[in-house]
């Protein structure tokens, strides 16, 4: 037994405040006398050490999750930075060194320069071959701009095709080297699981200012990269300020064209197809102008491509549709078309991609009560060629509609018999490039002759463009040719205009 006045209870209540107090390593002396007070007091020293071994790891287990926490913070600001597809800096992560370049540049050293590429065919391989194998190529694209470039550049995706190189403390020379560099490295093709691509790109470049911001920086290098597009693609531009007065102009114009789809400026010409044979007028095409309200007539070379870069191609095409199916109605209406005068228009590649587009086509048919062999769909040999499934469903469903199908500017891309053989299209448009030497080459008659063999080899019929003059028409009447236009025959004319050339037409054929 133990006495009050024992020096041991001092010990160990001592001890135990030092406990309570966080004093884990802290141990109460065990006398000789093993009695019970130094039972207790060893049992307080056990539950000291258990509770200083629970303590350790706990302190182990929050510097563990400290450090995951840690690392998942830094993990979570890197994905924030980086593009999940490319493993490249993304439009965040290459702004922030870019103004980091910027402040160094205020404090003495060379200003930044900042190069932006865009591919020039990326689209084509989406739509043609898929997305698994645009994703393939978007990445491989980054792979070689990454080798092209300084360990001290920055690599950037910006988005869809879109890529950006920041190189700071540079020169204008230096920058440009390193874009051709880049350009070279994309010129060769990128092989796939199943295929192999060509995909160029266009590229614009600029170099910081004083007081430029980021944005800016980036704004004047995508002027240039649309320089270097309009002046046929693969190539380097460098940003002078005239550019943006004429990316001003463009966007300007762009504004001009949405309004004028949606209001009454376009107006649609149309040039006569000619049978050869009678030079009866068998049908039209329907061509597109716009009567801009201050720059006049806007030819389509200028705002079709617009039209398309913008995403308004198919809303412009719907108008086209819409409009010449109902001038044909009015012709027959009139008396002034016969039953089987028919009406061209040209779609876009773009349409076939919109599985809407055949319910609209029908609608136009239906709206205007003609049956659908009076309406004949010219689209570009390429556009038909390179189309995937959705492509091929949409030209067999305007097939099964009733619609000719008639292809575009043959003998200009891909005409070999193989694919002629097997797309589902009624006629071949044979381009006026293939015209324009008969008379002055011994040799053209037979490459005319062989050309509209294979085509009829194919189970097809040839309409031929670019007639401008009379031997070019009585040739290809003699060889058995069956349809023909050109200025010859007539130029693209307004409504009315066209309208009295039928008039007349009608007036000599009841006069004889």
């Given at each position: 037994m133990?006495t009050?006045?024992d020096p041991?209870?001092?010990k160990l209540l001592d001890g ?10 802290s141990r109460i002396?065990?006398?000789?006398a093993?009695?019970?007070l130094?039972a207790?007091i060893?049992g307080?020293?056990?539950l000291?050490?258990?509770?200083q071994i629970?303590?350790q790891e706990l ?5 563990l999750?400290t ?7 830094l993990?979570m600001?890197r994905?924030?930075?980086?593009d999940?597809l490319?493993g490249?800096?993304?439009?965040t992560?290459?702004v922030s060194?870019?103004?980091?370049a910027?402040?160094?540049a ?10 932006l590429?865009?591919?020039d065919?990326f ?16 990445a491989a694209?980054?792979?070689?701009i ?5 360990d001290?550049?920055t690599?950037a ?10 190189m700071?403390s540079?020169?204008?020379a230096?920058a ?11 010129d060769?093709q ?7 691509v060509q ?8 170099i910081g ?6 944005e ?6 995508d002027?240039a990269?649309?320089?270097s597009k309009?002046?046929?693609?693969n ?7 005239a550019?943006l007065?004429a990316?001003?102009l463009?966007s300007q ?7 004028a789809?949606?209001?009454?400026q376009?107006v649609l ?9 009678s030079?009866r007028?068998e049908g039209a095409e329907?061509?597109?102008r716009w ?8 030819m389509p070379d200028?705002?079709i491509p617009l ?9 412009l095409?719907?108008?086209?549709l ?13 008396a002034?078309a ?7 228009i040209?779609?876009a590649a773009?349409d076939l ?5 055949i ?6 048919l ?5 049956s659908p062999?009076?309406l ?8 038909i060629?390179?189309g ?6 949409s ?5 099964k ?7 575009d500017?043959f003998?200009?891309g891909?005409?070999?018999i193989?694919y002629l ?8 448009k ?8 008969l008379g002055t080459?011994?040799?053209?008659p037979d490459?005319i002759?062989?050309?509209?063999q ?5 189970g097809?019929e040839a309409v031929w463009?670019?007639?401008e003059?009379a031997?070019?028409?009585q040739?290809l009447?003699?060889?058995g040719?069956?349809?023909a ?15 009295a050339v039928?008039?007349a037409q009608?007036?000599?054929h009841q006069?004889g």
């Amino acid at each position: 037994m133990f006495t009050d006045g024992d020096p041991r209870l001092g010990k160990l209540l001592d001890g135990i405040v030092r406990l309570a107090a966080g004093e884990l390593h802290s141990r109460i002396e065990v006398s000789p006398a093993r009695d019970e007070l130094d039972a207790v007091i060893m049992g307080t020293n056990l539950l000291a050490e258990d509770l200083q071994i629970m303590y350790q790891e706990l302190e182990q287990r929050v510097e563990l999750r400290t450090r995951l926490l840690n690392e998942a913070h830094l993990e979570m600001q890197r994905m924030a930075l980086t593009d999940s597809l490319t493993g490249l800096a993304n439009r965040t992560a290459l702004v922030s060194a870019l103004n980091d370049a910027l402040a160094e540049a205020e404090r003495g050293d060379l200003p930044p320069a900042v190069l932006l590429l865009d591919l020039d065919a990326f689209k084509g391989i989406n739509d043609s071959l898929g997305h698994a194998a645009g994703d393939q190529v978007l990445a491989a694209v980054g792979e070689r701009i990454r080798g092209s470039v300084r360990d001290t550049d920055t690599v950037a995706r910006l988005g869809g095709d879109e890529f950006a190189v920041l190189m700071p403390s540079t020169t204008l020379a230096r920058a440009a080297s390193v874009g051709n560099r880049i350009l070279a490295a994309l010129d060769s093709q990128v092989e796939l699981e199943n295929d192999a691509v060509q995909c160029g790109a266009s590229m614009g470049l600029c170099i910081g200012g004083a007081g430029q911001s980021a944005e800016q920086l980036l704004m004047e290098a995508d002027v240039a990269m649309y320089a270097s597009k309009a002046a046929g693609r693969n190539r380097l531009k460098v940003f002078e300020p005239a550019m943006l007065h004429a990316r001003q102009l463009r966007s300007q114009l762009l504004e001009d064209l949405r309004a004028a789809i949606s209001g009454s400026q376009l107006v649609l010409y149309y040039q006569p197809v000619v049978e050869l044979a009678s030079g009866r007028i068998e049908g039209a095409e329907a061509l597109v102008r716009w009567q801009h309200p201050s720059r006049g007539m806007v030819m389509p070379d200028e705002f079709i491509p617009l039209a398309e870069d913008a995403g308004l191609i198919s809303e412009l095409g719907g108008w086209v549709l819409r409009t010449a199916v109902e001038q044909l109605r009015e012709w027959r209406v009139e008396a002034r078309a016969g039953d089987d005068f028919s009406m061209r228009i040209n779609i876009a590649a773009a349409d076939l991609q919109r599985l809407e587009f055949i319910e609209e086509v029908r609608d136009a048919l239906t709206g205007a009560g003609l049956s659908p062999e009076l309406l004949v769909l010219e689209l570009t040999e390429g556009a038909i060629v390179s189309g995937n499934e959705l492509d091929r469903y949409s030209l067999n469903s305007l097939r099964k509609l009733g619609v000719g199908l008639e292809i575009d500017d043959f003998g200009t891309g891909y005409s070999s018999i193989s694919y002629l053989r097997r797309l589902p299209v009624d006629k071949v448009k044979v381009d006026r490039s293939l015209l324009k030497d008969l008379g002055t080459d011994p040799a053209q008659p037979d490459l005319i002759a062989a050309i509209l063999q294979l085509i009829r080899a194919c189970g097809l019929e040839a309409v031929w463009e670019g007639v401008e003059t009379a031997e070019q028409a009585q040739h290809l009447a003699s060889i058995g040719c069956v349809s023909a236009q050109g200025y010859y025959f007539g130029r693209p004319l307004p409504a009315d205009e066209f309208a009295a050339v039928l008039d007349a037409q009608r007036a000599s054929h009841q006069g004889g």
